[in-house]
């Protein structure tokens, strides 16, 4: 395998990686941030409350998102099989 398809190949696999992860950790950002600023106005500060939201949000972004996430995997990998000659010259 020449150093220019390991290149591009992990190049890939890293753009795809990045696709897959962002918008769960986004989301868990996005709703860290304002339960912590509910926090902070109330003066409430228990554990449960920052984690259960943050839980459900990336669960329901994961399910809202799955169908777009496995069509990603599965273009990265039909792409990385069909190819899989090229890449070996």
Known sequence: MKPEAAIYIIRQALE????LAGPPLITGLVVGLIVSIFQ?????QE???????KLIAVFGVLIFLLPTMIRVMQTFTRELITNYSHYLQ
Request: aromatic share 12%.
């Open 16 to 19: 795809v990686g990045f696709i």
């Open 40 to 44: 902070a106005a109330t003066q409430i």
């Open 47 to 53: 554990m449960t409350l920052s984690f259960i939201p």
